[in-house]
């Protein structure tokens, strides 16, 4: 990506407002997305001098983000984080994460994991959602609608925290 000259989007919504080659094949691309830009899956190519990429996805949420942070591969370690984000962060082999929040009694929480529908590897991810006694709410390996990235949503039980552990 060195010789990097546009990329190529197919949705309407998305604009590259800046793109810069950042050594051997990597670039890092600026792209500006309209409010009234369809959600879900997208998809770009990069144009180099010397050709054309493969086809590559990228993903439109309703949600801010927030960047997972280390250490949070511990119950005791688990990172705070508010409602209504996307998480983003990078699991590498073996990794375990913790996430807490704090519920309240009735409201509805739904946790989503995209990993292997990014396409990039073979991921077999799991969520679980626990009280902060440990005790185990839900969990959710596999999922029908999404295959190996589970979907899990519950009703929250109690006032209190929880962790979610990816």
Known sequence: LDDIQELILYTEGLKVKSLEPKGSNRARALIQIA???RLGEHQLRA???SGITELRTFRVGPFPTFKETEPNNERTKAQMVPKNVTVT???TSEDVDFFEFKGRKGERLSVEMEAIRLGRVLFDSYIAITDS???LIARCDDSVLHLQDPVLSIVVPEDGFYQIQV
């Open 133 to 135: 006694q440990g005790r």
């Open 47 to 49: 144009r180099t001098l």
């Open 35 to 37: 409010p009234d830009c």
């Open 89 to 91: 962060g990078t699991i």
